[in-house]
């Protein structure tokens, strides 16, 4: 009888698998990470340069600075009045006791009224075209002009808002206390004075250049037409 013969099962032939890129490993002579790479950002594109004003257009664009900062030098010149006296602990000599509180209430009723008028008049007129004004920050729309002044009051709005605030709170207690010195409520003290001052100087001063900034001719001739900055009733 034959030998029977086993017939050895074909191998089954099994798919090579799918070749994976092997991850990026540190560089095995410095330990050093691999350097992602990266897109580069194109540069953003800068503003287009205007010609420069003729000289009698870039007086027409540059009236409200130069007003504005007309008024502010007052303001200037009385802070630094009251001020010096503070830092020197002697009063000027050209005023008496009286006078010499009379001056820094009425720095707060110039500063009060003058911002009053800003910001029922001159910010809500600006608002319309230059965010820097309006009532509820950069992004607000034209639309939120018009509560500039509560806006202040309620601490929001664009930054020479926020600003008119913060002299506002320092201004309440200065006032307050040369108000209590006036009546005879307490003793007058230069020293005491000095601390009252010194809670908004710094705000005021910034306020004050800052704003004759916004309302510079190379600011104002972006967003206004000639036509309309001699409209502007200011």
């Known amino acids: 009888m034959a030998a029977s013969t086993d017939t050895a099962p074909s191998p089954t032939t099994e798919a090579a698998p799918a070749c994976t890129p092997a991850p990026e490993e540190d560089n095995p002579k410095t330990g050093v990470p691999p350097t992602p790479k990266t897109e580069t950002a194109a540069p953003p594109e800068e503003a287009p340069t205007l010609p ?9 664009y540059n009236r409200l600075a130069d007003q504005m900062d007309y008024f502010h030098d007052h303001f200037r010149q009385t ?8 830092t020197s602990n002697r009063r000027p000599r050209h005023l008496s006791l009286k006078q010499f509180l009379d001056e820094g209430l009425r720095l707060t009723r110039y500063l009060e009224t003058h911002h009053t008028i800003e910001e029922t008049h ?19 729309g034209p639309t939120a002009a018009s509560n500039a002044k509560s806006a202040r009051k309620g601490g929001g709005g664009c930054e020479l808002l926020r600003q008119h605030q913060a002299i ?3 201004m309440d207690e200065f006032e307050g206390y040369l108000t ?16 009252k001052m010194d809670s908004w100087g710094e705000v005021l001063f910034k306020h004050l250049d800052q704003e004759v900034r916004e309302l510079g001719a190379e600011k104002m001739r972006k967003y ?3 036509a309309e900055m001699r409209a502007m009733p200011m």
């Open 52 to 60: 420069p004003l003729p000289p009698h257009e870039y007086r027409i």
């Open 79 to 86: 802070w630094t009045v009251l001020y010096s006296a503070c």
């Open 122 to 140: 001159l910010y809500p007129l600006l608002a319309r075209k230059m965010p820097e004004f309006r009532s509820s920050g950069p992004g607000a």
């Open 168 to 170: 506002h709170e320092g």
């Open 180 to 195: 209590q010195c006036k009546a005879g409520q307490c003793e007058f003290e230069l020293g005491v004075l000095k601390e």
């Open 224 to 226: 206004w037409t000639l």
